[in-house]
């Protein structure tokens, strides 16, 4: 190994570090001491302070007066920056095109607007001569569809139907918003756990019945996933349920 990658690697092992020293910090914590990072990275204290200092110095960290340490103003500005740069039509589409490929139906992401539901966006299953009339910008009541019911539990509606859903994090309907149609959704989350819409197949009734809602639910529920990533969510709700 050369000089050079020898110290490229060093390089990239000493940012990894200090990408899960600033990964550490959890929503319930005020401050964390020396101790207590080191035992959340596994690193040794010499090595976390040494990468402690540094981040300080680039206002990642902030030392307080009794040595613990929080998270500095520079995470803030870069989070900021995300929230100005998001795009959802850069990042949903992907993955309906996704769902669309494994399941062979339909897929649509509905956000909550005016009292309802909006398509804000659809990829429509080309192999498939029936399917359900769904265009971007087509707005629908809530009432009736398991998009609608995913944006009523998780903008926490209170009825024990509201309960279950939020429970097992899916939900489905057959006939509910047409007799002859059938979706089955999940949500998807941004920062601080905000609903940022719900991910949803859908299709003819009698195919997605044959099938089994339950079938469908591993694909939504990863895509779901991997979109509140994305998004500055938390996925642990969904990481329970894909193990």
């Not at 959802?88 to 992907?94: D, K, L, M, R």
């Not at 309906?96 to 494994?102: A, G, K, Q, S, T």
């Not at 990829?123 to 009541?141: K, L, T």
């Not at 309960?163 to 097992?168: I, K, P």
């Amino acid at each position: 190994m050369t000089q050079d990658k020898a110290a490229e690697d060093k390089g990239v092992t000493a940012v990894d570090r200090a990408l899960n020293l600033l990964g550490a910090f959890r929503e319930d914590d005020y401050s964390l001491t020396l101790t207590e990072l080191s035992k959340r990275t596994g690193l040794y204290k010499s090595t976390a302070l040494r990468l402690i200092d540094s981040l300080i110095g680039q206002n990642y960290l902030y030392r307080l007066a009794d040595g613990s340490y929080q998270l500095g103003a520079k995470p803030l500005q870069l989070g900021a920056i995300f929230q100005r740069q998001l795009r959802t039509a850069e990042y949903v589409p992907p993955f309906l095109r996704r769902i669309v490929d494994e399941l062979g139906e339909s897929a649509s992401f509905y956000v909550y607007q005016n009292g309802g539901r909006m398509c804000l966006h659809r990829v429509d299953a080309n192999n498939q001569v029936i399917r359900d009339s769904v265009r971007e910008g087509d707005w629908r009541p809530l009432a009736g569809g398991a998009t609608g019911t995913i944006l009523l539990a998780f903008r926490n509606a209170e009825d024990p139907e509201f309960e279950e859903v939020r429970s097992r994090l899916w939900a489905a309907t057959f006939g509910g918003a047409h007799p002859e149609m059938a979706a089955v959704a999940v949500p998807v989350f941004g920062q601080a756990q905000t609903l940022m819409g719900a991910l949803s197949v859908s299709g003819p009734r009698y195919r997605l019945e044959a099938r089994g809602a339950q079938a469908m639910v591993p694909t939504l529920m990863r895509a779901g996933r991997e979109l509140t990533a994305l998004f500055g969510g938390d996925t642990s709700a969904f990481d329970q349920r894909l193990t």
